[in-house]
């Protein structure tokens, strides 16, 4: 039983040091669209869902993030096929420093699932989970 009683998650929080580093990230790489921005805060969102992603920007002293405090996206197989390594690896190592990619992880196979591990140019992590 569910002791509040809401409708739906709507929205998701994220803190970065600087939106000019981080959104390149989430519109370039994760196709995410920016459709609201003012000087300290970026509200997006994915074309695929309704559910937004609210960006705020705490400045330099913004705390880094650990890896076991990650954000995560659960993407789709192309055409019905799962994700292989190189599907991820090879356009994160190929153009992610653009983006401000930092650190790769390794893919990880779990329960059949795969799971690709970046880190942002703020050092926060970022999980790609098929």
């Known amino acids: 039983m569910s002791i509040l009683k809401t409708t739906g998650l709507v929205a998701g929080h994220y803190e970065c040091r600087s939106l000019a580093e981080t959104l390149p990230v989430l519109t370039d790489l994760l196709a995410m669209e920016v459709i609201e921005r003012t000087a300290s805060l970026g509200t997006l969102k994915h074309p695929n869902t309704e559910w937004r992603l609210i960006v705020h920007e705490g400045g330099p002293n913004a705390p880094e993030k650990s890896l076991d405090n990650h954000y995560g996206f659960r993407v789709g197989a192309q055409h019905g ?13 190929d153009n992610g420093a653009a983006a401000g990619i930092t650190e790769l992880g390794k893919l990880d196979a779990i329960d059949d ?14 999980e790609l989970n098929a």
Not at 81 to 93: C, I, Q, S, V, Y
Not at 113 to 125: G, H, L
């Open 81 to 93: 096929r799962a994700h292989t390594a190189g599907h991820w690896n090879k356009p994160l190592a």
């Open 113 to 126: 699932k795969t799971s690709f591990i970046f880190s942002d140019p703020d050092r926060n992590w970022w």
